[in-house]
């Protein structure tokens, strides 16, 4: 399975690859995949596991409903972000179960700037899981910190969050989380795009982590003066881990759609 993902991978980079895209097409492509970018977004993503630590034989799927709102409240350029999970997990000893995962709610204010801009703002995780096994059962709040750099060849950045528990279930494990996402792009042709975005998770509060190192492929579509979507897939190795559940390895695709309302 690896080796044909990786030949897939290889051959499609193969086929796209010329010189970087410049121009209206090269801002266009960075735009797409720029988190700061101030359009209603919608983003269908979905992170399958085929393998994970400890849990042989069992896989696990995440898929994540996310939106992106602009707004201008207090005066100040902001961008209101949800994530809500369809979750599928093992169950033990057998068997598997399928729901929503928690809300996860983020206010980020912008600061743009000449060569690097950056968002930072609150946080907020609502217990909406529908089983203990796709939820962590507590009220969390925390802060999420980005910082973004196009380049003539793509983008470079980075966010960050922190996320701790203060009320929920008393029965469940609190909760102390830190998440680094790197953010790296490469410009193609045509529209065409590779990358590597896998996200990093530290569990404070009991000591677990994985660090995932991803490389993948994408390509941003102009569907008219109004739409962008954006089509990606992203293998990603986990490098480095602690405990049990974390993913071996797993596939990150997904669909960005991009309005320019307005314009």
């Known amino acids: 399975m690896l080796k044909r993902i990786a ?6 980079a193969a086929v796209a690859w010329s010189a970087p895209s410049i121009g209206q097409e090269h801002e266009d492509v960075n735009a797409a995949n720029n988190p700061l970018t101030p359009k209603i977004t919608i983003n269908l993503h979905d ?7 400890g849990l042989d034989g069992r896989y696990a799927n995440q898929f994540l409903l996310r939106g992106l709102i602009p707004s201008d409240l207090f005066g100040k350029p902001q961008l209101f972000r949800f994530t809500l999970p369809i979750a599928t997990a093992p169950e033990f000893p057998d068997g598997y179960v399928t ?3 928690d809300l996860t709610l983020m206010d980020i204010f912008v600061f743009p700037g ?8 609150p946080l907020v995780v609502l217990p909406t899981a529908t089983d203990d096994l796709l939820g962590a059962g507590k009220w969390q709040a925390g802060v999420v910190g980005l910082g973004i750099a196009p380049q003539k060849w793509g983008l470079i950045g980075g966010l ?18 830190a998440t680094f996402q790197p953010i790296v792009n490469y410009n193609l042709a045509n ?5 590597s975005t896998a996200t990093w998770s530290f569990n404070l509060e009991n000591g677990d982590y994985y660090i995932p190192v991803g490389f993948g492929v994408g ?22 881990s602690e405990g049990i559940g974390n993913p071996k390895w797993q596939i990150f695709a997904g669909v960005n759609f991009q309005f320019a309302i307005g314009r």
């Open 114 to 121: 000449k060569t690097v801009s950056f968002g930072a703002g």
């Open 47 to 53: 992170y399958y596991v085929p393998e994970l630590d």
């Open 99 to 101: 729901g929503l995962g």
């Open 191 to 195: 529209g065409f795009y590779l990358r």
């Open 219 to 240: 390509k941003v579509f102009q569907i008219n003066d109004k739409v962008t979507m954006n089509a990606f897939v992203e293998p990603q190795y986990t490098v480095a």
């Open 160 to 177: 960050l969050t922190y996320q701790a528990s203060f009320a929920g279930d008393g029965d469940r494990e609190d909760v102390s989380l």
């Open 7 to 12: 030949t897939f991978l290889t051959g499609f």
